[in-house]
Every structure is written in C-alpha cells, then in structure tokens.
C-alpha cells in the first residue's frame, strides 16, 4: 500500500464504496462557498438555511453532530444510518475522493494517499471482496470535474484576497512607517481557531465570504467563482474609499488577510502556514514584524 505517495492514474486501490459509512464519521469535511451552494441546493434549502442549521464557523466546514458510529465517533450532519449521505448529490470534493488527496503540480492534478493503511480495510473490511478500482475508474466516477475546477477557482480568490492585504500594506505608506503591527496582526490571524478567526471578521464579512447571492450562476464553478470575487472587491473597495491613516490601512489589510486565511482553511489549506508564507513575502518587498 503507498505510504504518502503520488498515485498514477493506473494503479489499482480498493477505492469501490461499501457505503457503510464509516468514513462520515469524525472527520473534517471542509467547504468552499460554491460546495455550501451544491449542498444546500442538493438539500433544498437556501445556502443560509443549510450554513445556519448544519455548519461551523460561518459555513466552512460541516458540522459532525449526528449520532454517534463507528468507533463511538459523531456522524456528518447530513449522514444517516441504514441510509447514508443523504446530500449525496451535492456532497463536497473531500468526499468524492476519499480516501484520496489531491494536489495541482504544474497545472495538473495529482492524486495522493498519505498513510500506509486504507481506512475503508479497518472500518469497510468487505471492500476487498469488491473489485478493485484503477484511480482514473475511481475519481471519474466520483463526477469531481466541476469541484475540482471550484476548488482550483477558489484558491486563485484567496490569493487575490490576500494580494489585497499586499497592497494595503505595501503601497499606502504603512511598510514605509516602519509600521510592525500588521504581520503581527496576519500571524495572529494565521493562529487563530476558526470560530475566534470568523468572530474578529464580523459575521456580515464571514455573509460575504460565504453566502454570495449567485444561485442562478451555480451550474458553472468559474463563473460563480469569479462574480463572487468581484463582489467581495466591490464591498471591499466601498469600505476603504475613505481610509485616510496609517491605522485605518492597517486594520484594512489586517481585514482582507482574514478573508483569505479563513477561505483557505475552507479549501483544506493550512491557516498557519499561509500566514508565514505570505509574511516571508511581505517581508521581502520591505514590510516589518
């Protein structure tokens, strides 16, 4: 079994589902603002009333309340028993490609399985009475085309976001001041927990980031992407017209690093090493910690 390797489209893994649904049970199943849209659609419910009623932190993650399972673990909110996901349709990509991983290198997708045991052989011991899958079979079955686009879509946004933050720091005179504040402020962010990060952003900016008013755009992740981004710009640029001191800009690029840290734990990214890599970057074009 590979032990955190790159897997070739070939290779043949016991991937075959025995929905037992062991694997909705204590897990972390993140969610970018276009998969909490499939959800809720798949569910009925509008993107708010599905965030509201069976999601954490403002939406970017589901919430794992349900009864408990295997291993005494709490059931996914939208699992249940002798039925499984009943949001199957809508379910985000981290489902669709578990046990899988997945990473973009030079603009192609490779598939990754970090461990050396499959977790479906301990809690679906009958999958290796199934027929094996190659992963080409497996994640083209899965129908991950457009959440993979969505995923790739939405971490262009967070570095949009955080190239904000850049720009608020780097060419409105506060690098300049000596000012030392603000990647301290990205860092502390960068540490946060998700419910103390999404509480300093306010919930009308978490709304924003979250619960963007485009369901007539739903069926193409590109487009929905990229209108949502234009309206975080517009709100974004109406709240900073009027900046006019070196704290102001401060709190503002302090602002728009959130919302690029928080996107990018939505999208499985790891808040903490976000922040440090974009305060090395900072740094290097003459910012201060």
């Known amino acids: 079994m590979p032990d955190n390797s790159k897997l070739t489209l070939s290779d043949n893994l016991p991937l075959t589902c025995s929905r037992s649904g062991t694997c909705c049970h204590g897990k972390i199943v993140s969610l970018n603002p276009w998969e909490l849209a499939c959800l809720a659609e798949a569910k009925g419910l509008t993107p708010k009333d599905f965030r509201d ?5 403002g939406g970017i993650q589901l919430s794992f309340d349900g009864a408990p399972g295997w291993k005494g673990l709490p059931a996914c909110s939208q699992y249940r028993t002798d039925f499984g996901c009943i949001v199957h349709r809508g379910r985000p990509l981290v489902c669709r490609l578990y046990p899988l991983g997945r990473q973009k290198q030079n603009e192609k997708p490779i598939y990754i399985f970090q461990g050396h045991d499959f977790p479906c052989l301990e809690g679906c011991p009958e999958v290796v ?10 994640v083209s079955g899965q129908a991950v085309l457009n959440y993979e686009v969505a995923q790739d879509e939405y971490l262009e946004v967070m570095q949009n976001l955080a190239d904000g933050a850049f720009v608020l720091l780097l060419e409105s005179g506060l690098s300049e001041s000596g000012d030392r504040k603000t990647l301290a402020l990205w860092r502390e ?21 979250m619960l963007p008013d485009l369901a007539d755009s739903l069926s193409d992740p590109i487009a929905y ?34 919302l690029a840290l928080h996107l990018g734990r939505s999208l499985g990214a790891n808040p903490s090493e976000l922040a440090e890599h974009w305060i090395k970057t900072a740094k290097q074009h003459g910012a201060h910690d």
């Open 53 to 57: 009623r069976y999601c954490d932190f």
């Open 129 to 138: 009475d199934l027929p094996y899958m190659t992963v080409e079979d497996y």
């Open 189 to 209: 962010m960068g540490n946060e927990e998700p419910g103390k990060l999404a509480g300093r952003l306010g919930k009308q900016w978490v709304d924003r980031l």
């Open 225 to 258: 992407s990229h209108k949502h981004y234009d309206l975080l710009l517009s709100k974004a640029e109406d709240s900073f017209s009027a900046l006019d001191n070196l704290q102001a800009y401060s709190e503002a690029s302090a602002l728009m690093m959130g």
